[in-house]
Nanobody
Framework: QVQLVESGGGLVQAGGSLRLSCVVS????????MGWFRQPPGKEREFVVD????????HYADDVKGRFTISRDNAKNTVYLQMNSLKPEDTAVYYC?????????????????WGQGTQVTVSS
């Protein structure tokens, strides 16, 4: 049984930082791309960032470039999302996702498994 468990969400003031973690179990982590998506209140889920299996390639949504950083530790089956300079519009439920292939992708269909989500709230 594949499980993805996110942690690290919370309430932070604008300009602050949070670090999300996602631990994967039940599936070989080191050969799969990983992604982070988010769903703002009342909106559709959207792509945030992805990383391929060996960290050689990443892609960021335009509105998080320069503020968010994805990384992974294959020895710990964990992917991270460091979020700096947070803005109120970053408020959302953040989901990590395990890719179907070693490369990552920007579409939901590129991912086979999803975490339960962690709430990030940025106050102004």
């Amino acid at each position: 049984q594949v499980q993805l468990v996110e942690s690290g969400g919370g309430l932070v003031q604008a300009g602050g930082s949070l670090r999300l973690s996602c631990v994967v179990s039940g599936r070989t982590f080191s050969t799969a791309g990983m992604g982070w998506f988010r769903q703002p209140p009342g909106k559709e889920r959207e792509f945030v960032v992805d990383i391929n299996f060996n960290s050689a390639s990443t892609h960021y949504a335009d509105d998080v470039k320069g503020r968010f950083t994805i990384s992974r530790d294959n020895a710990k089956n964990t992917v991270y999302l460091q979020m700096n300079s947070l803005k109120p519009e970053d408020t959302a439920v953040y989901y990590c996702a395990l890719g179907r292939w070693p490369r990552a992708g920007t579409g939901s269909s590129d991912y086979a498994y999803w975490g339960q989500g962690t709430q990030v709230t940025v106050s102004s």
